[in-house]
């Protein structure tokens, strides 16, 4: 008993002086400090310490001095957080520069760099997270100096003389989520270009913002488009893909199923083209995901109902700065249901038919600015009127007339909503008969005689009058007996 006694306190007191000295050890644990090279060593570039690493910038300077910093930096043995090599005159990205270096993000922007050595970033294929070559010289992918970087998160090639992607240029860059190609002037992209990406890519070309660990220059970017002119189908290797900006380049059509293999698609941006048609199956396969879609800018002349059709998730539709012309009174039928917003604004549109917006039950912002509208009465705007928060029909040249009255009394009821935005709008329309303005909120109703609802046109005389237009009717009947003068009015 007391030998068992003794072996268990003697247990206790191991236990417990094993863990005094672990204490010991942790409090005499020194956080890992970095430390610059004198700057002589660097000159002319710049070291500061950062948390995790080295800060190294060399900026105006050339290939032979850039050489030389980075063989005093392989004595160091210090984790280089971030590179940059800034607009420099370094054509060449020579072999083994960086060997023996640890290094996490490179930047190698504006510096004239027009070949990647195939061994000049082999080493540095388990540490490199991102890597910037824009603003260069390149004319393809180095695809020969970046298949090691296995751990590469985001590959920025923008702004370069990039002229066709081949097949499997990115191969071996197992873990890349963002590849960013805008500014460049390819012309191909050949059908297994991005093989090798399908299981982790993610993003093709999206907006910069969305992105809060993108590097300063790109932050500082306002180009949010890939710059791609793609030939008539679109490569395999994307199919995860989630946002697909391919506006501002030269696309004239967009063909049948076009998109068909990017099923999780849920943003496509087509804007900015010079696209004047689509095919019925433009958006085959995109019927479950889609719910942003970006046609403006371009040289559509009609709202391409039979494409859209299929497409029964959309929730934002931009069709601005086209050249439509009309609308048909079943534009939005079997798609139109899920829409929120509706962008019609710089088209040619003069009439809108009295069932236009039938099927838009959930619309909440509308912009039908700067179109050659006269009319908008209430009957048509009337199904949508409950549900809209943001309607904009500035510069139109709308005549006053009793059909305004629904947006007068629209624009009263956003007072409750504090909505100061829509208040301030200055929308005006013209009183013919005065040859002045007024702004739509300040129509001078109880001098246009209008009567109750909208009525109906009743003759075909009336038939050329716009609903919601006040007429004025005088007859006057003589008799024998009395001369009686009356006027009846009446709000078409």
Same mark, same amino acid.
């Given at each position: 008993?007391?030998?068992?006694?003794?072996?268990?306190?003697?247990?206790?007191?191991?236990?417990?002086?094993?863990?005094?000295?672990?204490?010991?050890?942790?409090?005499?644990?020194?956080?890992?400090?970095?430390?610059?090279?004198?700057?002589?060593?660097?000159?002319?570039?710049?070291?500061?310490?950062?948390?995790?690493?080295?800060?190294?910038?060399?900026?105006?300077?050339?290939?032979?001095?850039?050489?030389?910093?980075?063989?005093?930096?392989?004595?160091? !043995?210090?984790?280089?957080? %971030?590179?940059? /090599?800034?607009?420099?005159? /370094?054509?060449?990205?020579?072999?083994?520069?960086?060997?023996?270096?640890?290094?996490?993000?490179?930047?190698?922007?504006?510096?004239?760099?027009?070949?990647?050595?195939?061994?000049?970033?082999?080493?540095?294929? !388990?540490?490199?997270?991102?890597?910037?070559?824009?603003?260069?010289?390149?004319?393809?992918?180095?695809s020969t100096a970046i298949h090691n970087l296995h751990h590469l998160l985001l590959l920025n090639l923008n702004h370069n003389r990039i002229t066709a992607i081949h097949n499997r240029s990115f191969?071996? /860059?197992?873990?890349?989520?963002?590849?960013?190609? %805008?500014? !460049?002037?390819?012309?191909?992209?050949?059908?297994?270009?991005?093989?090798?990406?399908?299981? @982790?890519?993610?993003?093709?070309?999206?907006?910069v913002r969305q992105f809060p660990y993108l590097t300063a220059n790109e932050t500082q970017s306002t180009v949010a488009m890939c710059r791609i002119l793609i030939h008539m189908i679109l490569p395999?290797?994307?199919?995860?893909?989630?946002?697909?900006?391919?506006?501002?380049?030269?696309?004239?059509?967009?063909?049948?199923?076009?998109?068909?293999?990017? @099923?999780?698609?849920?943003?496509?941006?087509?804007?900015?083209?010079?696209?004047?048609?689509?095919?019925?199956?433009?958006?085959?396969?995109?019927?479950?995901?889609?719910?942003?879609?970006?046609?403006?800018?371009?040289?559509?002349?009609?709202?391409?109902?039979?494409?859209?059709?299929?497409?029964?998730?959309?929730?934002?539709?931009?069709?601005?700065?086209?050249?439509?012309?009309?609308?048909?009174?079943?534009?939005?039928?079997?798609?139109?249901?899920?829409?929120?917003?509706? @962008? /019609?604004?710089?088209?040619?549109?003069?009439?809108?038919?009295?069932?236009?917006?039938?099927?838009?039950?959930?619309?909440?912002?509308?912009?039908?600015?700067?179109?050659?509208?006269?009319?908008?009465?209430?009957?048509?705007?009337?199904?949508?009127?409950?549900?809209?928060? @943001?309607?904009?029909?500035?510069?139109?040249?709308?005549?006053?007339?009793?059909?305004?009255?629904? %947006?007068?009394?629209?624009?009263?009821?956003?007072?409750?909503?504090?909505?100061?935005?829509?208040?301030?709008?200055?929308?005006?329309?013209?009183?013919?008969?005065?040859?002045?303005?007024?702004?739509?909120?300040?129509?001078?109703?109880?001098?246009?005689?209008?009567?109750?609802?909208?009525?109906?046109?009743?003759?075909?005389?009336?038939?050329?009058?716009?609903?919601? %237009?006040?007429?004025?009717?005088?007859?006057?009947?003589?008799?024998?007996?009395?001369?009686a003068t009356f006027s009846s009015y009446r709000c078409m």
């Amino acid at each position: 008993m007391a030998t068992s006694g003794g072996g268990g306190g003697g247990g206790i007191f191991v236990a417990a002086l094993w863990w005094i000295c672990l204490m010991w050890g942790w409090a005499h644990v020194t956080p890992q400090t970095h430390n610059c090279p004198s700057r002589s060593d660097l000159a002319p570039c710049v070291c500061t310490v950062k948390k995790n690493g080295l800060d190294i910038l060399c900026e105006l300077t050339d290939q032979q001095h850039i050489s030389r910093a980075m063989s005093k930096l392989k004595t160091s !043995n210090e984790v280089i957080f %971030y590179l940059k /090599l800034r607009h420099n005159n /370094l054509p060449k990205l020579q072999d083994f520069l960086f060997l023996g270096l640890n290094i996490h993000h490179l930047t190698i922007h504006n510096s004239s760099l027009a070949v990647v050595e195939e061994s000049s970033l082999n080493s540095l294929g !388990n540490q490199l997270t991102q890597l910037d070559l824009s603003q260069n010289g390149l004319i393809s992918v180095p695809s020969t100096a970046i298949h090691n970087l296995h751990h590469l998160l985001l590959l920025n090639l923008n702004h370069n003389r990039i002229t066709a992607i081949h097949n499997r240029s990115f191969d071996g /860059l197992d873990t890349l989520e963002i590849l960013t190609l %805008y500014g !460049n002037k390819i012309m191909s992209v050949e059908s297994d270009a991005f093989k090798g990406l399908d299981k @982790n890519y993610s993003v093709f070309c999206v907006q910069v913002r969305q992105f809060p660990y993108l590097t300063a220059n790109e932050t500082q970017s306002t180009v949010a488009m890939c710059r791609i002119l793609i030939h008539m189908i679109l490569p395999t290797g994307l199919e995860g893909l989630d946002s697909l900006i391919l506006g501002h380049n030269q696309l004239k059509e967009v063909p049948a199923r076009v998109f068909s293999h990017l @099923n999780l698609l849920n943003s496509l941006e087509l804007d900015g083209n010079q696209i004047n048609h689509i095919h019925s199956e433009a958006f085959f396969g995109l019927e479950e995901n889609l719910q942003y879609l970006r046609l403006g800018d371009n040289n559509i002349h009609s709202i391409p109902s039979e494409a859209l059709r299929r497409l029964h998730r959309l929730r934002h539709l931009d069709l601005r700065s086209n050249n439509i012309s009309s609308i048909p009174e079943d534009a939005f039928t079997g798609f139109g249901d899920t829409i929120t917003f509706l @962008n /019609l604004q710089k088209n040619d549109i003069k009439v809108l038919p009295s069932l236009a917006f039938e099927n838009l039950n959930s619309l909440e912002t509308l912009h039908l600015q700067n179109n050659k509208l006269k009319h908008i009465p209430e009957e048509i705007m009337e199904p949508i009127v409950d549900t809209l928060r @943001n309607i904009d029909i500035m510069d139109n040249p709308l005549v006053c007339d009793c059909g305004l009255r629904w %947006y007068r009394d629209w624009l009263k009821s956003l007072r409750n909503k504090d909505d100061d935005v829509m208040l301030k709008k200055r929308t005006l329309c013209t009183m013919v008969s005065e040859h002045r303005e007024y702004k739509v909120q300040e129509l001078p109703v109880e001098r246009m005689n209008c009567v109750g609802k909208n009525l109906e046109q009743t003759s075909a005389n009336e038939a050329t009058v716009p609903r919601g %237009y006040c007429t004025v009717a005088v007859a006057t009947a003589v008799s024998t007996l009395a001369v009686a003068t009356f006027s009846s009015y009446r709000c078409m």
